[in-house]
């Protein structure tokens, strides 16, 4: 694995599109957590999710087609300390087997299973007025199948500042650094969550959800249980390849907007259920070389997206 220095791999803002949604993806410390943890809340608070994933067939310019399904897990606990500040340790496993079929201009397939395993730290300290401060270390290994551990290794932390000016009205602001495989970026984020009507609320995806939270939704309140919510977001995964793949030791990414249509459902206060429907539009799929440079980046038609996201709280 090449050390996270600022070398002529690392690339600034390299697209503007890609370092907001890196920055959402990351999320805030109160954004981080997997499923809806109260600010207010105290004592130890254990939590868990899991979200099967479906993307369909979707043809790549140049001929041929993939596909993927997967499933991410989440778990982890918060705990208040000091004067009302929140600390948490979330662990992170995803799960992702792409299909390609027919002749394509990565002359194959470019890799098959991708596996991330992870965990991030986020941490709020609260100050006056309604301010609080975040920060959010994390470390992740995103490898393909037969990818070297010691390579695959990405790592990076969040700082914001948030001001509340009601329960129901944050946001804020911060910024992010992250090495992501030859690939050192820093950028501005934002974070939002503003209820402007009893029943409309406009606030970031859920962060264990398909989607990712590198975006916003529009969320409506059908009943005390009920919710349906619209929105996009800014999806980017970069994982190493294998050793013995077509591009040894390379790197590949697969990015996005997914456009989505989502129906929750709160079973009390301790278990929901998040259904997704949509599609990935914009989407290109990337291969570089061992040292991050590109060999290949090929766009693919608007793709179907199905998903679904069960959070519990114990």
């Not at 899991?50 to 705990?79: C, E, H, I, K, M």
């Not at 980017?236 to 077509?246: A, H, I, M, N």
């Not at 697969?254 to 259904?275: C, H, I, K, M, T």
């Amino acid at each position: 694995m090449k050390r996270c220095v600022l070398s002529r791999h690392a690339r600034s803002f390299r697209n503007p599109a890609l370092a907001a949604g890196l920055a959402l993806a990351s999320g805030a410390a109160f954004a981080q957590m997997p499923v809806p943890i109260a600010p207010g809340a105290s004592g130890v608070t254990p939590f868990v999710s899991v979200t099967p994933l479906w993307q369909g067939r979707a043809g790549l310019d140049g001929g041929g087609n993939f596909s993927a399904w997967g499933a991410y897990l989440r778990a982890g606990a918060t705990t208040t300390f000091g004067d009302r500040n929140i600390g948490g340790a979330v662990l992170n496993y995803d799960y992702s087997d792409y299909s390609f079929s027919g002749s394509n201009a990565f002359g194959g397939a470019p890799w098959s299973v991708v596996q991330r395993v992870g965990a991030s730290f986020p941490l709020v300290f609260r100050g006056g007025d309604g301010w609080a401060f975040g920060v959010t270390p994390s470390v992740d290994w995103f490898r393909e199948n037969g990818a070297n551990w010691g390579d695959s290794l990405t790592y990076g932390a969040i700082v914001t500042a948030a001001k509340s000016f009601a329960p129901d009205k944050r946001i804020g602001l911060g910024v992010a650094g992250f090495y992501r495989l030859e690939d050192t970026t820093f950028f501005p984020l934002l974070v939002v969550d503003w209820r402007f009507a009893e029943r409309w609320r406009l606030l970031n995806p859920l962060p264990a959800g398909p989607t990712g939270p590198a975006g916003l939704e529009l969320d409506y309140k059908l009943t005390e249980d009920w919710a349906l919510g619209f929105g996009a977001a800014w999806r980017s995964v970069r994982f190493r390849l294998s050793e013995s793949g077509p591009t040894p030791n390379g790197v590949g990414e697969e990015r996005g907007v997914p456009l989505f249509l989502r129906a929750s459902r709160n079973f009390g206060p301790q278990s929901s259920l998040y259904l997704y429907a949509g599609a990935i539009v914009g989407g290109k799929l990337r291969v570089e070389d061992s040292s991050g440079n590109e060999l290949r980046e090929v766009s693919f038609n608007p793709q179907p997206l199905l998903g679904a996201t069960f959070a519990y709280r114990f």
